[in-house]
Nanobody, 121 residues
Framework: QVQLVESGGGLVQTGGSLRLSCVIS????????MGWFRQAPGNEREFVAT????????YAADSTQGRFTISRDNAQNTVYLQMNGLKPEDTAVYYC??????????????WGQGAQVTISS
């Protein structure tokens, strides 16, 4: 049984920072690429960032380039999303996911329950 649990969401002002964490249970964390996605009310779930199994490969959505950084610690079975320079349009529920190194929702097998991130203007 693989489970993902996000934490670190909250309410911050424009320009602030948050760091999301996602702990994955199970023996095979190192086998999976990890991704972060987000979904705002009324919108489809969209790609934020992804990182390969060993952390050597990573990329982020154009809308978050230079502001968001994905990283992972395989010894701690944890993936992080450092978010700086937050904007009101970053407000969404953020999900971590385990699967293939991809920007497509359908390429991820396991999903967390989501963490709310709200940016006030």
């Amino acid at each position: 049984q693989v489970q993902l649990v996000e934490s670190g969401g909250g309410l911050v002002q424009t320009g602030g920072s948050l760091r999301l964490s996602c702990v994955i249970s199970g023996r095979f964390f190192g086998n999976y690429a990890m991704g972060w996605f987000r979904q705002a009310p009324g919108n489809e779930r969209e790609f934020v960032a992804t990182i390969g199994w060993n952390g050597a490969s990573k990329y982020a959505a154009d809308s978050t380039q230079g502001r968001f950084t994905i990283s992972r610690d395989n010894a701690q079975n944890t993936v992080y999303l450092q978010m700086n320079g937050l904007k009101p349009e970053d407000t969404a529920v953020y999900y971590c996911a385990a699967g293939s190194f991809s920007r497509n929702v359908r390429d991820y097998i396991y999903w967390g329950q989501g963490a709310q991130v709200t940016i006030s203007s």
